[in-house]
């Protein structure tokens, strides 16, 4: 599975952007699909997952309230997109693939990786 993430630029704090990742696999709606990030210096997080068939997300607290995760599987894409934006929200952001959707905040779980996408909010 190869995993492409897109939209990522400059923004100011207070601004919005919408990340795209495609994905080349046929049965894309088998895949939990998830966000992650990491700062420089800093560890990769979780910021959010969605299930094989969409419907319920899950968010890390950070980001809870101003960023939405959503998929079209008609299109083999997952979007991530965020309002509000902060400073301390600038961050290499990758896509990833599960075959399963179980400790979905954990990157181990994730079995295929996007190349990254930069998002940096200016204060």
């Known amino acids: 599975v190869q995993l492409q993430a897109f939209g990522g630029g400059l923004v100011q704090a207070g601004g919005s952007l919408r990340l795209s990742c495609v994905a080349s696999?046929?049965?894309?709606?088998?895949?939990?699909m998830g966000w992650f990030r990491q700062a420089p210096g800093k560890e990769r997080e979780f910021v959010a997952a969605v299930r094989r068939t969409g419907g319920t997300a899950e968010y890390s607290d950070s980001v809870k309230g101003r960023f939405t995760i959503s998929r079209d599987n008609a299109k083999n894409t997952v979007y991530l997109q965020m309002n509000s934006l902060k400073p301390e929200d600038t961050a290499l952001y990758y896509c990833?693939?599960?075959?399963?959707?179980?400790?979905?905040?954990?990157?181990?779980?994730?079995?295929?990786w996007g190349q990254g996408t930069l998002v940096t909010v200016s204060s």
């Open positions: 696999e046929r049965t894309f709606n088998n895949l939990a």
């Open positions: 990833a693939a599960a075959r399963r959707f179980s400790i979905w905040y954990s990157p181990l779980e994730y079995n295929y």
